[in-house]
Antibody
């Protein structure tokens, strides 16, 4: 079964940091681009960042550039998002997703990041 | 950046109705558009990719069309399980933006 499981979310003070993780199973992880998407409480979806199969290309939405870093460890079938200098507006459920055919065909259940001021 | 605008924001309909949701892009995105369904407390689910290709396992009551800047998602006959929020997403250029969502409610 294809599966993505996020972890690492929690309550953090404004200006703090967290490392989100996504464990992949059931498919050849190293063959896929991977993406992080977030959703603030009661709001819509926001594409955050993605990373190429070998980690050589990474793209970010402007609002997180310089603060968030996406990475992956293909040996561990894991995707990461290092989130620094957190702000109240970063409060959201963070989903990892697999890219397949110019779309996100598999999603994790999400991990909640809450930034307190 | 490309802005995606969905209409309507909310849609009230009944079981058996045919409904259409529109997604407009601020510039041409070719056919690089996907549609997702999300239910409360759950992760989104891919319905359609590359404008009109149905994801495996998705009922054939769902269909997509369009090109360039205007796209539509049509549900030909609403089922009780279809009441949810729907999002479009463009994959033409980074950042791969989503529409603001359309909430499909029971009338």
């Amino acid at each position: 079964e294809v599966q993505l499981v996020e972890s690492g979310g929690g309550l953090v003070q404004s200006g703090g940091s967290l490392r989100l993780s996504c464990a992949a199973s059931g498919f050849p992880f190293s063959s896929y681009w991977m993406t992080w998407v977030r959703q603030a409480p009661g709001k819509g979806l926001e594409w955050v960042a993605n990373i190429k199969q070998d980690g050589s290309e990474k793209y970010y939405v402007d609002s997180v550039k310089g603060r968030f870093t996406i990475s992956r460890d293909n040996a561990k079938n894991s995707l990461y998002l290092q989130v620094n200098s957190l702000r109240a507006e970063d409060t959201a459920v963070y989903y990892c997703a697999r890219e397949g055919g110019y779309s996100l065909d598999t999603w994790g259940q999400g991990t909640l990041v809450t930034v307190s001021s | 950046d490309i802005q995606m605008t969905q209409s309507p924001s909310t849609l009230s309909a009944s079981v058996g109705d045919r409904v259409t949701i529109t997604c407009r892009a601020s510039q041409s995105i070719g056919s690089w558009l996907a549609w997702y369904q999300q239910k409360p407390g759950k992760a989104p689910k891919l319905l359609i990719y590359k404008t009109s290709s149905l994801q495996s396992g998705v009922p054939s009551t769902f269909s997509g069309s369009g090109s360039g800047t205007e796209f539509t998602l049509t549900i030909s006959s609403l089922q009780p399980d279809d009441f949810a929020t729907y999002y479009c997403q463009q994959y033409n250029s980074y950042p791969c933006s989503f529409g603001q969502g359309t909430k499909l409610e029971i009338k």
